[in-house]
C-alpha cells in the first residue's frame, strides 16, 4: 500500500507513472480523504488536551463553577467520541482507496500494455530442430503419461492427471528444483499453508482487486482462500515483523498447490497444461535492503535462469511493459521458454521487484543498529512451476520415434532417460 504523501507529492508524478500501467489516479479524491483524515485526528487531540485541562479545572473549582466545568467536560468527551468515529471512517476510506491502486510502475520499463511491447533482453541455447512437432498434449497421449479426460471427470475442465512416468516426471522436476535452490542459491526451504485468511492475499496484493480469480472457502463462519502462488504465504511469514537490516536479504523457497480461476483469461491456453486451475511450482522470494533491490533482482533472476539452463532448454529472456506487469509490481522480467508445437517463445517464469509496495501493506518492518527504520523490499520469481516446465520438457525433448528424451540433470531423480510411446 502507498504512503499518500509520497503520491501526493509532485516529484514523484504518480500520475504520469501510474498513467503508463492504464490507472487513473484521482489526486483530488486522494487529497481529500487525506486531509479529512488529518483534521479528525487534529481535531481529536485538540479535544483530548481540553479535557485533561477541565479535568483539573474541575479538581480546583469552587462549588458554584464545577457544574459548567463538568457539563463542558461532558460536551468535551462527546466531542472526542465523535472525532474518533469521523477518524476511523476517513481512515477505512483512505485504506480502501490505497488498496486499489497499484504499484508505480520503473521508468526503465517500455511503453506498452501486452506481451508483445515487451522487450528481448537475451536468448540461451538453441532451438531444437524439430519436424512436425506434437504438442504436449498430443505426446503425453501417446506416451500414455498424460490423461485430461479423466480429470474432467474428477474435477471439470482445466485440471490435468499425470500417471507413470509422467507422474514420476513431475515428482523429479520439484524435488530437482527445491535441490538446486537450497544447496546451489542459498535458499532456506519452507513448508507452508495453501489455505491463508483475507489479510493475508492483501498482504501481497491479491485483495481486494483479484477476489475473482481466488478460489474461496467457507466452512462455518471462517473464510479462507487457496493460494495462487507460495509467494503470499512465504512474503507473508513476515507480516507485522521487524526484520534486522544486517541479516537481510532473506531467501525462501517452497514447492506447494497452486489454485486460479482464471477469471479473466477468456478461452486462452485451454488446452493442456499451460493455462490450469490447480498446478504445483516451486517459488522464490527475497526480502532484501530496497536501495538494492533492483540488483537483488538481477541475482534472483539468475536463480531462475540457472534452472532452465540446467535443463537445457532453450529460451529467452523478456522485460515487461508498463502497462503488462502485476498489480503488486514495479518491475519485472520473463523468462520465455521455446515450444516447438506453437513456434514462439512462452512464459514460464516471471521475477519481479515490488519495492516496498507489499512489506507497506504486510506491515513488513526493518529495524538498522543505528535505530534507522523504514520496510523491507520484497521480490518474486517463479523457480519454476512444475506444469510448464514439464511442457517444454516434454516438446524440446521429443524424437522422431515418437519418444522423449529427459534431461542429463534429471536422470537421477527420475532413474529413467527417455519416455517411450505406450
Same mark, same amino acid.
Given at each position: 500500500?502507498?504512503?499518500?504523501?509520497?503520491?501526493?507529492?509532485?516529484?514523484?508524478?504518480?500520475?504520469?507513472?501510474?498513467?503508463?500501467?492504464?490507472?487513473?489516479?484521482?489526486?483530488?479524491?486522494?487529497?481529500?480523504?487525506?486531509?479529512?483524515?488529518?483534521?479528525?485526528?487534529?481535531?481529536?487531540?485538540?479535544?483530548?488536551?481540553?479535557?485533561?485541562?477541565?479535568?483539573?479545572?474541575?479538581?480546583?473549582?469552587?462549588?458554584?463553577?464545577?457544574?459548567?466545568?463538568?457539563?463542558?467536560?461532558?460536551?468535551?468527551?462527546?466531542?472526542?467520541?465523535?472525532?474518533?468515529?469521523?477518524?476511523?471512517?476517513?481512515?477505512?476510506?483512505?485504506?480502501?482507496?490505497?488498496?486499489?491502486?497499484?504499484?508505480?510502475?520503473?521508468?526503465?520499463?517500455?511503453?506498452?500494455?501486452?506481451?508483445?511491447?515487451?522487450?528481448?533482453?537475451?536468448?540461451?541455447?538453441?532451438?531444437?530442430?524439430?519436424?512436425?512437432?506434437?504438442?504436449?498434449?498430443?505426446?503425453?497421449?501417446?506416451?500414455?503419461?498424460?490423461?485430461?479426460?479423466?480429470?474432467?471427470?474428477? $474435477?471439470?475442465?482445466?485440471?490435468? !492427471? &499425470?500417471? =507413470?512416468?509422467?507422474? #514420476?516426471?513431475?515428482? @523429479? %522436476?520439484?524435488?530437482?528444483?527445491?535441490?538446486?535452490?537450497?544447496?546451489?542459491?542459498?535458499?532456506?526451504?519452507?513448508?507452508?499453508?495453501?489455505?491463508?485468511?483475507?489479510?493475508?492475499?492483501?498482504?501481497?496484493?491479491?485483495?481486494?482487486?483479484?477476489?475473482?480469480?481466488?478460489?474461496?472457502?467457507?466452512?462455518?463462519?471462517?473464510?479462507?482462500?487457496?493460494?495462487?502462488?507460495?509467494?503470499?504465504?512465504?512474503?507473508?511469514?513476515?507480516?507485522?515483523?521487524?526484520?534486522?537490516?544486517?541479516?537481510?536479504?532473506?531467501?525462501?523457497?517452497?514447492?506447494?498447490?497452486?489454485?486460479?480461476?482464471?477469471?479473466?483469461?477468456?478461452?486462452?491456453?485451454?488446452?493442456?497444461?499451460?493455462?490450469?486451475?490447480?498446478?504445483?511450482?516451486?517459488?522464490?522470494?527475497?526480502?532484501?535492503?530496497?536501495?538494492? $533491490?533492483?540488483?537483488?533482482?538481477? !541475482? &534472483?533472476? =539468475?536463480?531462475?535462469? #540457472?534452472?532452465?539452463? @540446467? %535443463?537445457?532448454?532453450?529460451?529467452?529472456?523478456?522485460?515487461?511493459?508498463?502497462?503488462?506487469?502485476?498489480?503488486?509490481?514495479?518491475?519485472?522480467?520473463?523468462?520465455?521458454?521455446?515450444?516447438?508445437?506453437?513456434?514462439?517463445?512462452?512464459?514460464?517464469?516471471?521475477?519481479?521487484?515490488?519495492?516496498?509496495?507489499?512489506?507497506?501493506?504486510?506491515?513488513?518492518?526493518?529495524?538498522?543498529?543505528?535505530?534507522?527504520?523504514?520496510?523491507?523490499?520484497?521480490?518474486?520469481?517463479?523457480?519454476?512451476?512444475?506444469?510448464?516446465?514439464?511442457?517444454?520438457?516434454?516438446?524440446?525433448?521429443?524424437?522422431?520415434?515418437?519418444?522423449?528424451?529427459?534431461?542429463?540433470?534429471?536422470?537421477?531423480?527420475?532413474?529413467?532417460?527417455?519416455?517411450?510411446?505406450?
Amino acid at each position: 500500500m502507498h504512503d499518500p504523501r509520497v503520491l501526493l507529492d509532485p516529484a514523484t508524478d504518480a500520475v504520469r507513472k501510474l498513467a503508463r500501467r492504464g490507472y487513473s489516479l484521482d489526486l483530488e479524491r486522494l487529497e481529500k480523504l487525506l486531509g479529512g483524515r488529518n483534521a479528525a485526528i487534529q481535531k481529536g487531540d485538540e479535544s483530548r488536551a481540553e479535557a485533561n485541562r477541565l479535568q483539573k479545572a474541575v479538581k480546583g473549582a469552587s462549588p458554584e463553577e464545577r457544574p459548567a466545568l463538568v457539563e463542558k467536560a461532558r460536551q468535551t468527551k462527546a466531542a472526542i467520541t465523535l472525532a474518533e468515529e469521523e477518524h476511523r471512517e476517513l481512515e477505512a476510506q483512505l485504506t480502501e482507496y490505497l488498496l486499489e491502486i497499484p504499484n508505480l510502475p520503473a521508468d526503465e520499463l517500455p511503453d506498452g500494455a501486452s506481451d508483445k511491447d515487451a522487450e528481448e533482453v537475451r536468448t540461451w541455447g538453441e532451438i531444437p530442430a524439430v519436424e512436425n512437432p506434437l504438442d504436449h498434449v498430443d505426446l503425453g497421449e501417446k506416451l500414455g503419461i498424460l490423461d485430461l479426460a479423466r480429470a474432467t471427470k474428477l $474435477s471439470g475442465p482445466r485440471f490435468a !492427471v &499425470l500417471k =507413470g512416468r509422467g507422474a #514420476a516426471l513431475e515428482r @523429479a %522436476l520439484a524435488r530437482f528444483f527445491l535441490d538446486l535452490h537450497t544447496e546451489r542459491h542459498g535458499y532456506t526451504e519452507w513448508s507452508v499453508p495453501a489455505l491463508v485468511t483475507r489479510p493475508t492475499m492483501t498482504g501481497t496484493g491479491q485483495l481486494p482487486k483479484f477476489e475473482q480469480d481466488l478460489f474461496r472457502t467457507e466452512v462455518a463462519d471462517r473464510e479462507l482462500f487457496l493460494i495462487p502462488t507460495a509467494e503470499v504465504p512465504l512474503t507473508n511469514l513476515h507480516a507485522r515483523e521487524t526484520l534486522a537490516a544486517e541479516e537481510l536479504p532473506l531467501a525462501y523457497t517452497a514447492q506447494t498447490p497452486c489454485f486460479r480461476s482464471e477469471a479473466g483469461s477468456y478461452g486462452k491456453d485451454t488446452r493442456g497444461l499451460i493455462r490450469v486451475h490447480e498446478f504445483s511450482k516451486v517459488e522464490l522470494v527475497r526480502f532484501v535492503d530496497p536501495a538494492r $533491490s533492483r540488483a537483488e533482482l538481477e !541475482v &534472483l533472476l =539468475g536463480h531462475a535462469e #540457472a534452472v532452465v539452463q @540446467a %535443463l537445457g532448454l532453450a529460451y529467452r529472456v523478456v522485460r515487461l511493459a508498463a502497462g503488462d506487469i502485476g498489480f503488486s509490481a514495479e518491475y519485472t522480467y520473463d523468462i520465455e521458454v521455446w515450444l516447438p508445437s506453437q513456434g514462439r517463445y512462452r512464459e514460464i517464469s516471471s521475477v519481479s521487484d515490488f519495492g516496498t509496495f507489499q512489506a507497506r501493506r504486510a506491515a513488513i518492518r526493518t529495524k538498522a543498529k543505528d535505530g534507522a527504520r523504514g520496510f523491507a523490499a520484497t521480490l518474486n520469481g517463479s523457480g519454476l512451476p512444475i506444469g510448464r516446465t514439464l511442457v517444454a520438457v516434454l516438446e524440446q525433448g521429443q524424437q522422431p520415434d515418437g519418444s522423449v528424451r529427459i534431461p542429463p540433470a534429471l536422470v537421477p531423480y527420475t532413474g529413467f532417460e527417455v519416455i517411450e510411446p505406450a
